[in-house]
């Protein structure tokens, strides 16, 4: 069994940091997590070649390490971008990522996992480049039969242009979990019993590098430095763990369906609520703008 130590990184020169009562929470939730499972190494997890294709901006593309690793690279020519060979019904994805550094303002790296169908489902990881010595945003949403308009932003408590970190959905017929490490920062439950629509079409895993400063960066107002360019993120742990669309993927027998993956744990339940209420900096649930009526999903 792989033991994960977490250490708390620089912040990137922000405001962001991580207190010592998290620190201890995030500790024991990682033995937790790696004794269930969820926290394997990205190590040894398979090539590139073995899972994936590139799909647009091949010479933006650079294979590393024997295809253990994968850089992709944006200018004002291209940015680019790689998909899984295979769509799933179910399953965990994760993928160790290392974002641009300098000034990416502007810049947007995806992972994410798309039905490519014209009401399509969709479970979004978006990080939102900054200038330099300004905390990147994750941006997470999910749309189901082609409705969206469920964003949150977090701030990350680390540097991620500095390291490697993974980042990780799980996907079943009980929840969504967003992860960050072994961090879970959202949770989309099944909710159909009161009419909120769940994800349930085959999807593919996507990745792209790209430009994205019209909304990225402060509302669209901080545009891509091009001085900077070219901006390079850096991909590795390409193995996935999910149920190709042909088989039945909701069965039991798969491990990431057990009963134990319905819900969160008690140590996932306790650092969840600890990291949303510290990072979280947009919640559509409480958008009164956009909602003045809350969704059904969202707590009351």
């Known amino acids: 069994m792989y033991i994960y130590t977490y250490t708390a990184p620089a912040t990137n020169n922000s405001s962001i940091s991580m207190d010592s009562s998290l620190h201890m929470l995030i500790s024991i939730l990682v033995f937790v997590l790696v004794s269930r499972g969820l926290g394997s190494s990205l190590t040894d997890q398979g090539t590139f070649d073995q899972y994936y294709n590139i799909t647009w901006g091949n010479d933006h593309v650079l294979s590393l390490d024997q295809g253990?690793?994968?850089?992709?690279?944006?200018?004002?020519?291209?940015?680019?971008?790689?998909?899984?060979?295979?769509?799933?019904?179910?399953?965990f994805f994760q993928l160790g990522i290392k974002l641009p550094g300098n000034n990416s303002a502007?810049?947007?790296?995806?992972?994410?996992?798309?039905s490519h169908t014209d009401n399509h489902d969709e479970l979004d990881f978006e990080f939102l480049g900054?200038?330099?010595g300004k905390p990147i945003t994750v941006q997470t949403n999910v749309f189901v039969s082609g409705q969206g308009g469920r964003e949150e932003r977090i701030f990350l408590w680390f540097d991620p242009t500095a390291n490697f970190h993974t980042y990780k959905v799980?996907?079943?017929?009980?929840?969504?979990?967003?992860?960050?490490?072994?961090?879970?920062?959202?949770?989309?439950?099944?909710?159909?019993?009161?009419?909120?629509?769940?994800?349930?079409?085959?999807?593919?895993?996507?990745?792209?590098?790209?430009?994205?400063?019209?909304?990225?960066?402060?509302?669209?107002?901080?545009?891509?430095?091009?001085?900077?360019?070219?901006f390079k993120a850096y991909f590795q742990?390409?193995?996935?763990?999910?149920?190709?669309?042909?088989?039945?993927?909701?069965?039991?027998?798969?491990?990431?369906?057990?009963?134990?993956?319905?819900?969160?744990?008690?140590?996932?339940?306790?650092?969840?609520?600890?990291?949303?209420?510290?990072?979280?900096?947009?919640?559509?649930?409480?958008?009164?703008?956009?909602?003045?009526?809350?969704?059904?999903?969202?707590?009351?």
Not at 68 to 91: M, P, R, T
Not at 274 to 284: A, E, R
Request: glycine share 8%; charged share 20%; hydrophobic share 30%.
């Open 106 to 114: 502007g810049v947007v790296t995806a992972f994410y996992l798309t």
């Open 130 to 132: 900054n200038q330099e």
């Open 237 to 300: 742990g390409f193995k996935i763990d999910g149920c190709p669309h042909t088989e039945p993927c909701d069965s039991s027998t798969l491990w990431w369906n057990g009963e134990e993956y319905w819900t969160l744990s008690s140590n996932e339940q306790r650092v969840y609520k600890d990291v949303i209420s510290k990072y979280i900096t947009y919640d559509y649930c409480a958008d009164r703008n956009k909602y003045p009526i809350p969704p059904p999903e969202c707590p009351k």
């Open 68 to 91: 253990a690793k994968i850089q992709l690279s944006l200018d004002n020519s291209s940015g680019s971008g790689f998909g899984s060979k295979l769509s799933y019904g179910s399953g």
């Open 170 to 230: 799980l996907w079943n017929p009980y929840q969504v979990v967003f992860y960050v490490d072994e961090i879970p920062i959202r949770v989309f439950k099944n909710n159909r019993k009161i009419g909120v629509s769940y994800p349930s079409q085959p999807m593919q895993v996507v990745v792209s590098l790209w430009n994205g400063d019209s909304w990225a960066t402060d509302g669209g107002k901080t545009k891509i430095n091009w001085i900077q360019a070219p």
